[in-house]
């Protein structure tokens, strides 16, 4: 393999490499979420954005690298994609380029699948809370005190009450 198409070759490979990664995180986070567990939610969060942060490194290195094949491969200068890359290449390099940007695109729609789920289960926890809290103190606005000094209510309209406070 030519040394240019090999560089495009590793940055690829690692870039599949982290979003295995990102992709093992995805399903904790699931997993997590299922389970209201807010702080591995939130480890597994932090633990995400340092490998996003890698994989953003890895595409800018990419990016800068392709002006400079186009020079070398097709010598018209200017910006080349990874499919006119592909094209260009000899028969073994463009296999296995190929067959890298297979798995590659399979796991980019998987995780965009498991981000979609994720963020369903998300939504509906929030949504549930929301209606619990609701249920416990009414429908007004939790934030605002309703009450004065001496625990009445600070101005005369009836309000809708929450579980606590209704009287038994």
């Given at each position: 393999m030519r040394q240019e198409i090999k560089e495009v070759y590793e940055l690829l490979q690692a870039?599949?490499?982290?979003?295995?990664?990102?992709?093992?995180l995805g399903h904790l986070k699931?997993?997590?979420?299922?389970?209201?567990d807010t702080?591995?939610?939130?480890?597994?969060?932090?633990?995400?954005?340092?490998?996003v942060s890698k994989m953003n490194s890895l595409e800018r290195k990419r990016t800068k690298l392709m002006p400079e094949l186009s020079a070398l491969v097709s010598?018209?200068?200017?910006?080349?994609?990874?499919?006119?890359?592909?094209?260009?290449?000899?028969?073994?390099?463009?296999?296995?380029?190929?067959?890298?940007?297979?798995?590659?695109?399979?796991?980019?729609?998987e995780q965009l699948e498991l981000n979609s789920i994720n963020?369903?289960?998300?939504e509906d926890h929030l949504c549930y809370a929301e209606t619990m809290i609701s249920a416990a103190v009414g429908r007004?606005?939790?934030?605002?005190?309703?009450?004065?000094?001496?625990g009445r209510c600070a101005?005369?309209?009836?309000?809708?009450?929450?579980?606590?406070?209704?009287?038994?």
């Amino acid at each position: 393999m030519r040394q240019e198409i090999k560089e495009v070759y590793e940055l690829l490979q690692a870039q599949k490499e982290i979003q295995t990664e990102l992709l093992k995180l995805g399903h904790l986070k699931r997993r997590a979420i299922v389970r209201a567990d807010t702080g591995k939610l939130t480890d597994i969060v932090g633990r995400e954005q340092f490998y996003v942060s890698k994989m953003n490194s890895l595409e800018r290195k990419r990016t800068k690298l392709m002006p400079e094949l186009s020079a070398l491969v097709s010598r018209r200068g200017g910006t080349m994609t990874l499919g006119e890359l592909i094209d260009s290449a000899q028969p073994e390099e463009r296999e296995a380029l190929n067959r890298l940007g297979r798995e590659l695109r399979l796991m980019l729609f998987e995780q965009l699948e498991l981000n979609s789920i994720n963020s369903k289960l998300l939504e509906d926890h929030l949504c549930y809370a929301e209606t619990m809290i609701s249920a416990a103190v009414g429908r007004e606005d939790p934030l605002n005190n309703f009450y004065g000094g001496d625990g009445r209510c600070a101005d005369d309209r009836p309000r809708k009450t929450g579980f606590f406070d209704r009287q038994i």
